[in-house]
T-cell receptor, first 109, second 113 residues
Framework: GIQVEQSPPDLILQEGANSTLRCNFSDSVNNLQWFHQNPWGQLINLFYIPSGTKQNGRLSATTVATERYSLLYISSSQTTDSGVYFCAVERNQGGKLIFGQGTELSVKP | AAGVIQSPRHLIKEKRETATLKCYPIPRHDTVYWYQQGPGQDPQFLISFYEKMQSDKGSIPDRFSAQQFSDYHSELNMSSLELGDSALYFC????????????FGSGTRLTVV
């Protein structure tokens, strides 16, 4: 099946710093989403981004489908950005999402 | 906007007991997915339903069963619970075409003691 790899696995930032999280996938996909899992366990949808670039406030994401990777940019990080960031892909339309192992981000004040 | 509603939020059960988790998808979403997330793990797909029929099956134990009802809500039934079943259980819904992605509920945290 399709493999989803995220890097780095862990990241510690000082408040105000910028970061880039990467997601590589092994085959073509119909859908790609980025999620933030907060310390309470909630999975918050950040971006639905099968291709192209999107921005939402301090967050932006880019997916280059032909090269099978996606990047999540966090600028001016805040302590509330802490948590685990998951990339998930859908191989076939309407099919299940396959998650990467996640990047655990810790933002220090 | 309406979200995916899961109940209960927390559940504590003893070994060998039975648990039922409920999921109410976003209105007009016709596909429901169940995921299990163990401690420190990524969510793992269990099972999905499209228009009340099972559409895909993942690593779901035989002790678990699920269904989608006529009002599109879904229930995950778990029997003969084991300690290893302790996890976060998420439900997600989509419009079947996945055009706008999947929306996840807040999850049910099941603890088996």
């Amino acid at each position: 099946g399709i493999q989803v790899e995220q890097s780095p696995p862990d990241l510690i930032l000082q408040e105000g710093a910028n970061s880039t999280l990467r997601c590589n996938f092994s085959d073509s996909v119909n859908n790609l989403q980025w999620f933030h899992q907060n310390p309470w366990g909630q999975l918050i949808n950040l971006f639905y981004i099968p291709s192209g670039t999107k921005q939402n406030g301090r967050l932006s994401a880019t997916t280059v489908a032909t090269e099978r990777y996606s990047l999540l940019y966090i600028s001016s990080s805040q302590t509330t950005d802490s948590g685990v960031y998951f990339c998930a892909v859908e191989r076939n339309q309407g099919g299940k999402l396959i998650f990467g192992q996640g990047t655990e981000l810790s933002v220090k004040p | 906007a309406a979200g995916v509603i899961q109940s209960p939020r927390h559940l504590i059960k003893e070994k060998r007991e039975t648990a039922t988790l409920k999921c109410y998808p976003i209105p007009r979403h016709d596909t429901v997915y169940w995921y299990q997330q163990g401690p420190g793990q990524d969510p793992q797909f269990l099972i999905s339903f499209y228009e009340k029929m099972q559409s895909d099956k993942g690593s779901i134990p035989d002790r678990f069963s699920a269904q989608q009802f006529s009002d599109y809500h879904s229930e995950l039934n778990m029997s003969s619970l084991e300690l290893g079943d302790s996890a976060l259980y998420f439900c997600a819904s989509s419009n079947g075409q996945g055009v706008y992605g999947y929306t996840f509920g807040s999850g049910t945290r099941l603890t088996v003691v």
